[in-house]
């Protein structure tokens, strides 16, 4: 799974044009599924059979769009404005390398130079419209060679593996829920299963909304990533999780409260199979359950996500073995499922 999560967090699909992580899944997809299609929001929607026939009753979620920046204008002297796409902590982008557009164009963001800044300025982190992207064009007429107003720039990080079974990449949130499915894609499955890639997550699960409302699912098990602040200076208590103890199993976040009974099931499932789990020790965050929940007259959702910190930064880090968990324990969901659905 990990070279999948490799090629995955390589490419550019910020929210709104998620197309590059698109067609690669479509094509690792395409010859394991019943049926697959794109609709009008982004979102990519794979149907599989299983051994036992239940429709579109049960989906598994993951968002293929990462946070990024979209080009607003190109100054005289040939710097690109812009704003961010998505929550980007703006304390880290700065200096940060990123590509631009489809060509890839080459930038990196800059800010005034710090020997220009007063004492004040220095206390302060800098607004969005402070900043500017540099690709290296001596003027504007250079620059609009190169980029459009309405590009989409992307970050770029080199995913390798490092120190104690951790790796890094950019988009790790959502790529590694992606990677999941894709690998499960790969197997017989013990029911049938629609598998959903939503696009626009980052900016407020709208393709969720859609996603959601074209497969009216029961039950739908959201795979994805969540805030880690195991680090230096923070409280025990407001670190959230931890990685490489294994996946969170989600009772409640900022925006859904889980389906009890799933939430029971998933703990069971990992303690039964001696997967390590945790569940968050600080209400914080969300996902696309919050939008799939209120579909129609609701739908049953249940979260297992990978602890990562630095989410919504240039680099993210997570580890390999939670990355595993994940696979393992949503293999064991499925099955349990099967179970469940052919009883009722």
Not at 91 to 105: E, S
Not at 125 to 132: E, G, I, R
Not at 237 to 259: E, L, N, Q
């Amino acid at each position: 799974m990990l070279t999948i999560l490799k090629e995955l967090c390589l490419l550019s699909g910020v929210s709104g044009n998620e197309n590059e992580v698109c067609r690669y899944i479509a094509a690792k997809a395409l010859k394991h599924v019943t049926h697959l299609h794109a609709d009008a929001l982004g979102n990519l929607l794979a149907f599989k059979k299983g051994k036992k026939s239940t429709g579109n009753k049960l989906m598994l979620c993951a968002h293929m769009d990462e946070v990024g920046i979209i080009v607003t204008h190109i100054t005289d002297e040939g710097f690109l404005k812009f704003a961010f796409v998505g929550g980007v902590d703006r304390r880290v982008a700065i200096g940060k390398p990123v590509v631009i557009g489809d060509k890839k164009i080459p930038g990196v963001i800059g800010l005034k130079a710090f020997h220009l800044v007063d004492r004040e300025e220095e206390k302060k982190v800098p607004k969005t419209d402070a900043l500017y992207i540099d690709i290296g064009a001596k003027n504007r007429a250079a620059a609009e060679q190169l980029v459009e107003l309405g590009d989409y720039g992307a970050f770029v990080c080199q995913p390798e593996e490092f120190g104690d079974g951790m790796f890094k990449a950019k988009a790790i949130d959502d790529r590694v829920g992606c990677a999941v499915m894709l690998k499960l894609l790969e197997e017989e499955l013990p029911l049938d299963v629609v598998f959903a890639f939503t696009a626009q997550e980052e900016v407020g699960t709208r393709g969720a909304f859609g996603a959601a409302f074209s497969v009216m699912p029961e039950i739908a098990l959201v795979l994805e990533t969540t805030t880690a602040a195991d680090l230096p200076g923070v409280e025990k208590h407001r670190r959230v999780c931890v990685p490489g103890k294994g996946p969170v199993i989600s009772y409640m976040d900022s925006s859904t409260i889980y389906d009890r009974d799933l939430f029971q099931t998933l703990r069971r499932l990992a303690e039964d199979n001696g997967i390590p789990r945790q569940t968050k020790e600080y209400i914080a965050g969300g996902n696309d359950a919050r939008t799939i929940q209120r579909t129609k007259a609701g739908v049953r959702v249940a979260a297992v996500s990978a602890a990562v910190r630095y989410l919504h930064a240039p680099a993210s880090v997570g580890s390999t073995a939670d990355f595993e968990n994940m696979l393992r324990l949503t293999r064991l969901f499925l099955r349990e499922m099967a179970q469940q659905l052919d009883e009722t």
